[in-house]
């Protein structure tokens, strides 16, 4: 691969477009905020996300998508709520030729759809190949390369190792894997649970009442992602339990500090109007919430916590409604 197309000029579109352009890549940055483009085509730095990064000169940044060409590889980096309609814009703006590489690095479900985002860019572009990228990759650190290791899934093996040689650098370790169901479903399920590990923190739980509450976490993930198509091992994966550790216990995860100030009494209102990131797991828990009604699968955590974010639920409430569940077998 010689050329990408990066669409998503946040903190993790800013970083991959980076690593790219590190890995010889010549890439075309894209982000919709015409203003901050500029800037960044001007003083290679993203003000706004990643300040302290430079990005590398063989980066073109633009907010004009018609002024896109094609690439071997496009990776959408945008919100979950926003990817259809930007891969939309993209098709209408004709700058596929249809050889290239969809790859995912956006982590979420379609509410209206119940979709994975490859699925959403299948229905799009639907003769094009699709993977997705996933893993415990805070972009403030995949930025100052500090090493980590990710997953590119993709039904077409041969494709996987092409994205695996493009992704692998000496502090960025790729994997493979041929469950791209698994790894899309396990990278935007572990959001809420960010959320609820947040909370718990907020309410100064303690580490004991964490730990447990991300064990079951994950117990409630493989019963979801396995009902929708996944395989089960994929969750014990780094797309899996390696993103979900990552998410519930750092700084850097905005679903997790989001659940924090929830817990301090803060109102998701005053959250979301304090900070101009976005936090995935709001609008994710609202869609995997209805994904786990439509196939009657057993979701206790994630039922409380989208009582918190979307009926107003006190988090102590929602708290002691968990204790109080009746007495279950582990494995059930």
Known sequence: MKSAIVLGAGSWGTALANMLAHRGLQVQFWGRDEALMKEIQRTRHNSRYLPEMTLGDSIHATHDLSALTTADLVVFVTPSKVLRAVAQSLKNASVLRGHEILLSCTKGIELESGKPMTELLTDVFPSHPHAALSG????????????????????????????????????????????????????????????????????????????????????????????????????????????????????????????????????????IASTRMIAEGVPNTESLYHCARSSEVRTPLLDEVYAVLYQNKAPKLALRELLERDPRPELD
């Open 136 to 271: 415990p990759n805070h972009a403030e650190e995949v930025a100052l390369q500090m090493p980590t290791a990710a997953v590119v899934a993709c039904v077409d093996r041969d494709k996987a190792l092409t994205l695996q040689t493009v992704f692998t650098l000496p502090w960025f370790r790729c994997y493979t894997s041929e469950d791209l169901i698994g790894v899309e479903w396990a990278g935007a399920m572990k959001n809420p649970y960010a959320i609820a590990a947040g909370i718990a923190k907020g309410l100064q739980l303690g580490d004991n009442a964490i730990a447990a509450l991300v064990t079951r976490g994950l117990a409630e993930m493989v019963r979801l992602g396995v009902a929708r198509g996944g395989q089960a091992e994929t969750f014990y994966g780094l797309s899996g339990v390696g993103d979900l550790v990552a998410t519930c216990y750092s700084e850097h995860s905005r679903n997790y500090r989001v659940g924090k100030l929830l817990g301090q009494g803060k109102s998701l209102s005053e959250i």
